[in-house]
């Protein structure tokens, strides 16, 4: 074991990358237990809000003219279909925490998870 640190070079750099690995591991727990679920799924299209819906009530949403099909299940939000070439948006997965975004740029579609618990009503902006 002694001759392993005889190098104060090497004991120096694995002291450096231990620090790193627990600073990392630690920021990692903080981010993921800092999480807030998300009241509603707020969709804008060039930016603009469009529509609000609550992610306490199961729904199907036609978004944008039909171009893209938002489902609200068990309080979580994903892209189900998309009229977009590559249909990114739909890969993106499921969303639920707040600060989560599904964008889908072809069709300048955003969807975010925004607020904190939800009173169940949807809204639906002009």
């Known amino acids: 074991m002694k001759r392993l640190f005889a190098n104060k070079k090497l004991l120096a750099d694995l002291c450096v990358i231990l620090a790193l ?4 591991g630690g ?38 003219g039909g171009s893209n099909i938002l489902v609200i299940e068990n309080g979580e939000a994903f892209l189900r279909e998309a009229n977009c070439p590559d249909l990114l948006c739909v890969k993106q997965g499921r969303i639920r925490y707040n600060g989560q975004t599904i964008t889908c740029l072809p069709n300048r579609l955003t969807v975010t998870v925004e607020g904190g618990e939800s009173n169940g009503v949807d809204f639906t902006v002009g």
């Open 27 to 64: 920021l990692a727990l903080a981010l993921r237990l800092g999480r807030e679920a998300g009241g509603q799924a707020v969709v804008r299209v060039d930016g603009r809000v469009t529509e609000r819906h609550s992610l306490a009530e199961n729904g199907v949403y036609p978004l944008n």
């Open 21 to 24: 690995l627990l600073l990392a």
